[in-house]
């Protein structure tokens, strides 16, 4: 039986608000750690965006997995679904704002029953990067979603799959029972139909930590997964992103209940490195809740933060100046993005 | 609260060692970094010699450090005990090596 998500348990960090509250508690309230803006102010600086490059669509936090370190908290069980005025409404945006990249995210982006048409109406845009960020196993999970990556390849749409690591143990822990081989053939699939190998056809895995740990070097973990995943199932890909655990959701209910909250919030913040503040990907990436409202970024969607400044919606974005120049809204999940090498949605910053 | 020699927290303050001498501590740890950067062997390879070492010597700040050294270079679990085992055969070898010493003790001993 697939585990709850924490909306569908009613577990205490359903609700956004219990989320920052502890994040502020503990070593932030005594001042043995500084608060993410207390770090910004000691370093001078002020996180504000600059050009807007990426929009970052949600489309429901409806998923076919219910992973154990989920920042979305999504799963099976979670209803919250993109519809229909608000798939216009994105189509809208990418006229208007044009952004650089769509950026397609759920829960599985794929079962958003409009995913399709989200996607031919944004190629009319003229949007340059169509990404879906895939759990792959969707791909394999019945004969309408098989379709999907010819789909993908006839819409030239750029595959960020999710893989934490290239052995089984490792990924069914954290991803779940059945996750690693049904990703395998998946992956083999779209080898087949030249992703990760023509260069037009581009796929990318996402490796986070199976754990309370910060990744280490991104290129050396490339090497490793693209000789093992080679080796091992003749399976192919381009770039190895490492995103790091924010200390949200159902990543942050492990790390107390697991009595690593204290020394990982510690170790991100010994981490900070200045040097990834000006890559951050809320600089230049506007995040999209399933109904339309706006965000920083995923993460600050998760939690309930708006934006600052008079818009909330997609809608309210009339052009793209209305991006600029922001103050970004912060608290200590933050730390998660400027640890070591940094950490965004296209892997480490520095 | 029982007291123990050994503090995970002590591990954090291991910099301070530089605090009453400053050049040597400095060398120390420039030495030290130096030594797991990547060069002939890679910094994972040195990562999983550091594992086996560390239990060897047995020090248990060195097994926290190195094993989560090894998780976030995505060592896997079989890697990392395989490691240990060759620490721990080498350490066996060098105390039943020793054993040819007491045999050849024992035959020139015995009448």
């Known amino acids: 039986m697939k585990p709850l998500s924490l909306h569908r348990s009613k577990h205490l960090f359903s609700d956004p608000k219990k989320q920052l509250e502890f994040l502020s508690k503990g070593a932030f309230e005594t001042g043995e750690l500084p608060p993410f803006e207390k770090m910004l102010d000691r370093h001078k600086y002020q996180l504000r965006t600059s050009e807007l490059e990426i929009l970052q669509v949600n489309l429901g936090y409806m998923c076919n997995q219910t992973c154990a370190h989920c920042h979305v908290d999504a799963g099976p069980d979670r209803k919250e679904i993109m519809q229909s005025e608000t798939i216009d409404q994105v189509l809208i945006a990418l006229d208007r704002l044009k952004p650089k990249t769509l950026d397609l995210t759920g829960g599985a982006p794929e079962m958003n029953p409009e995913f399709k048409r989200l996607v031919q109406g944004a190629r009319k ?9 895939s759990n792959l196993t969707i791909l394999e999970s019945n004969t309408n979603f098989k379709t999907y990556p010819d789909f993908f390849k006839e819409q030239q749409i750029h595959v960020v799959s999710s893989l934490p690591h290239y052995t089984l143990k490792t990924t069914d822990r954290q991803r779940g029972e059945g996750v690693f081989s049904k990703s395998i053939l998946a992956l083999k699939r779209l080898n087949e139909l030249g992703y990760g190998i023509d260069k037009e056809l581009k796929l990318d895995l996402v490796y986070n930590p199976s754990g309370a740990f910060l990744p280490a070097d991104q290129k050396a973990l490339e090497a490793d997964f693209k000789k093992k995943l080679l080796e091992g199932f003749g399976v192919q890909f381009n770039e190895l992103f490492c995103i790091t655990n924010l200390p949200i959701s159902r990543f942050l209910d492990y790390l107390i209940s697991s009595e690593n909250y204290e020394d990982y919030m510690q170790a991100l913040v010994e ?30 969607q998760m939690l309930a933060m708006p934006i600052t400044g008079p818009y909330r919606k997609l809608s309210d974005f009339l052009t793209a100046e209305n991006y600029k120049n922001r103050s970004i809204r912060l608290h200590q999940h933050c730390y998660g993005c400027t640890a070591g090498a940094g950490s965004s949605c296209g892997g480490s910053i520095s | 609260m029982s007291e123990t020699y050994y503090d995970p927290k002590d591990l954090k303050n291991f910099k301070n060692i530089s605090d009453w001498s400053e050049p040597l501590g ?35 700040y060195c097994i926290d450090a190195y094993t989560k050294d090894g998780m976030q270079r995505g060592i896997t679990e079989e890697e990392m005990m395989e490691a240990v085992h060759a620490g721990a055969a080498i350490e066996s070898g060098a105390t039943l090596v020793h054993a040819v010493q007491m045999m050849n003790k024992h035959k020139k001993l015995s009448h």
């Open chain 1, 125 to 133: 845009t003229g949007v340059q990067d169509i990404i879906v960020r």
């Open chain 2, 26 to 60: 400095k060398r120390f740890f420039e030495y030290y970094t130096k030594v797991f950067e990547e060069g002939a062997l890679s910094a994972r390879e040195k990562s999983l010699i550091a594992l086996a070492v560390s239990h060897v010597v047995k020090c248990p």
């Open chain 1, 271 to 300: 981490a900070f490195n200045p040097a990834t503040l000006d890559g951050l990907m809320c600089r230049n990436t506007l995040s999209v809740g399933y109904d339309g409202r706006v965000y920083d970024c995923d993460f600050n």
